[in-house]
């Protein structure tokens, strides 16, 4: 395979929006003279003049892209754009090392929002909004990623994509070219991540913070400007808004852009995603508050109530903002938050985990089996919200769901193994896995990854990415088939 050719080139463009990106941190620095413009400037000139050179160098050769060197493209992608990313982190923090420059960097580009950096109160607004533009930027890029990039490489397919949007948002909803509905989403993301800066503003936020939620919320990356995260406005009026926008980036993209054109809430009804997810989180939040005010954890219901459901829901939805040190709860609530995270979020959003596509698919097909135990020679197709679900995109849902929680398990042994303890182990690897943020004792919302030796952090950072780029986008470069001729 000739590939170093074309993808040089496509990495080399990527580089140098890349670098634009970082440019906006740079004139921001700039224009408030905070002590973070150096790092900018070093950061902003290396990438784009690597960039700018392998794009020049291979300007003559092939551009085609087939479905083996898509696949090169995204490991490079998602891989490499991390380092880049750390270099203004480790030019102002000279005492971060790199491999905690790499997590914080591979943390906000694949929306996780766990962290390592303590002091964020202190640290220049420029380099706060680097990490929240991370958050954002990647947010839209996984929706464009899951629409677009994954039925070229035939990762379940266009009749996978097909099957993930039932209902109100089948193709025929959404522009018909993949350039005009990737536009569509971005257009429903910038929106909506707009209107809740807005809501922050008007509810007492500074500006800074207001962008750098906003971009946290609609992304759900869950980076914050404050040690304390959210808990640090103790405002109720804050959370119920992070928690509605949080709420609407777990729902599939292309639903909303249905809904608005046609100005109706019908199609979140006509979503079996959305009708399932919402259900299954807002129940999930009764039930915790009870947990909670049977246990004497708060005075009383209301209390409970409110914290319970901003904190669940944002590790629901795989955001991973916090309010309160849920590592003190009862352990079945953050248990139960954590298992969220695996399942809840729609396909077409910006959350991790499984998506609830899958666990849709999964129950159904446990059903079907239930079924054909009882009347063998039945003829029982799979549905979703009236669409036929084919036994191919089945069995690629159940090899997903297969590789997602045996990935899980080895990552689990292999924190382990470096002697982390197990409750530490298994709540990192879930919430990095899910792009969920914080864990549970170590990795508690009370604290962050930097307590992780350099080799638990470097299996966290490699959780993330292949979460993110949903495993098999990863997996496939080790099968021995995938080099050859």
Known sequence: MNLIGPLAHIFGIVLMGFSGL??????????????????FLHGTLFTLALGLGLFSATLRTKKEVRTRAGFLLVAITWSLLPAFGAIPLMQYLPELSFTDAYFEAMSGLTTTGATVLAGLDGLPGSINLWRHELNWIAGMGIIVFAVAILPILGVGGMQLYKAETPGATKESSLPPRIAQTAKALWVVYAGLTALCMVCLKLVGMNWLDAVCHAFAALSLGGFSTHDTNVGYFDSLAVEIILTVFQLAAGINFATHFVALRRL???PYGRDPEAKSFLALVLTSCLVGALVLWYHGTYADFFTALRHVTFNLVTIATDCGFATQDFNQWPIFVPMLMLFLSCIS?????????LRMIRTIVLVKQAQ????????????????????????????????????????????????????????????????CFNNAGPGLNQVGPAGNYASLTDLQTWICSFA?????????????????EFWRK
């Open 368 to 431: 079907r089996e239930f079924h054909l135990l009882i009347h063998p020679q039945a003829v029982t197709p799979l549905k979703i919200g009236g669409s036929v679900v084919s036994n191919q995109v089945v069995m690629s849902v159940l090899g997903f769901i297969f590789l997602y929680f045996i990935s899980i398990v080895i990552m689990v042994f292999s924190l382990l193994i470096t002697g982390l303890d197990f409750i530490t182990a298994l709540s990192a690897v879930i919430a």
């Open 264 to 266: 109706s809430a019908a």
């Open 464 to 480: 993330m990415l292949l979460g993110r780029v949903q495993i098999f986008s990863i997996l496939i470069l080790f099968v021995p």
């Open 22 to 39: 970082m440019a906006t941190c740079l004139m921001v620095s700039f224009l408030t003279g905070d002590a973070a413009f150096t790092a």
């Open 345 to 353: 979020t729609s396909s077409g959003s910006t959350g991790g985990g």
